[in-house]
C-alpha cells in the first residue's frame, strides 16, 4: 500500500504565500518523480512543478515559473510547493503526484487526495 497525503492548503489574498507539503510512504517509496497539478472547477488538470530524485531536474509550468519553488526529501520521499505572489487564478485543489515522469503523468502515477488552495482578490 502506498498513502501520499498533503497538507498546506487555505485560504491567502492575492499577493501572499503558501508552502504546500507532501509525503509519501509505503510501497513503493523511491519514487523517481514527485511533483504538483492543479484543478479548478471547470478547467483542466495542471501541470505545477516537478522534481525527480537522482538528477535534481526541476521542471515548473509556464504559469508559475518565478513565483513557485518545489524542492524534496528524498530521504523521507518529502516534496514541498512554496507559492509566492499568488494570484487568483491560483485558486485550484493542488495534488501531489508521484512516479516516472516529469510534466506529464502516465496510468502509473499515484495521487495524494488535494489540499483546496483559495486566493482572494
Known amino acids: 500500500q502506498v498513502h501520499i497525503e498533503e497538507s498546506g492548503g487555505g485560504l491567502v489574498q492575492a499577493g501572499g504565500s503558501l508552502r504546500l507539503s507532501c509525503a509519501a510512504s509505503?510501497?513503493?517509496?523511491?519514487?523517481?518523480?514527485m511533483g504538483w497539478f492543479r484543478q479548478a472547477p471547470g478547467r483542466e488538470r495542471e501541470f505545477v512543478a516537478s522534481?525527480?530524485?537522482?538528477?535534481?531536474?526541476?521542471y515548473y509550468g509556464d504559469s508559475v515559473k518565478g513565483r513557485f519553488t518545489i524542492t524534496r526529501d528524498n530521504p523521507k520521499n518529502e516534496v514541498f510547493l512554496q507559492m509566492n505572489s499568488l494570484k487568483p487564478e491560483d485558486t485550484a485543489v493542488y495534488y501531489c503526484?508521484?512516479?516516472?515522469?516529469?510534466?506529464?503523468?502516465?496510468?502509473?502515477?499515484?495521487w495524494g487526495q488535494g489540499t483546496q488552495v483559495t486566493v482572494s482578490s
Open positions: 509505503g510501497r513503493p517509496f523511491n519514487f523517481y518523480t
Open positions: 522534481i525527480t530524485r537522482t538528477t535534481g531536474g526541476i
Open positions: 503526484a508521484a512516479g516516472i515522469f516529469t510534466t506529464t503523468p502516465s496510468q502509473s502515477t499515484l
